[in-house]
């Protein structure tokens, strides 16, 4: 069964940046999964971020990131990344990360990882 193990979180100033990693257990491919990333904040439901799907198209889910987060996937190393710039407070929350079949959803996902916590304060 496929795991994903999430890293790259931690403290950040507001304003700073962070880039998590999504990689595959050694024995897995994620290369024909789309991989998405999510995240829940103390208190709060978990929101759908950013997909992208198995040949490299993304999709936002989430309209409070766009133009500060961005996903991509590097086959040959068996991970996806999402990029976090310009972080604010409210980007607070454990993200975790999730593959399901070839095509993004906002939801449906098959695998999990144990999720890593960013935390975005001063």
């Known amino acids: 069964q496929l795991q994903l193990v999430e890293s790259g979180g931690g403290l950040v100033q507001p304003g700073g940046s962070l880039r998590l990693s999504c990689a595959a257990v050694p024995g897995f491919s994620l290369d024909y999964f789309a991989i998405g990333w999510f995240r829940q904040a103390p208190g709060k439901e978990r929101e759908a971020v950013l997909c992208?799907?198995?040949?490299?198209?993304?999709?936002n889910y989430a309209e409070s990131v766009k133009g500060r987060f961005t996903i991509s996937r590097d086959d040959a190393k068996n991970t996806v990344y999402l990029q976090m710039n310009s972080l604010k407070p409210e980007d607070t929350a454990v993200y975790y990360c999730a593959a399901r079949g070839h095509v993004c959803h906002s939801d449906a996902y098959d695998y999990w990882g144990q999720g890593t916590q960013v935390t975005v304060s001063s």
């Open positions: 992208i799907g198995y040949s490299g198209g993304s999709t």
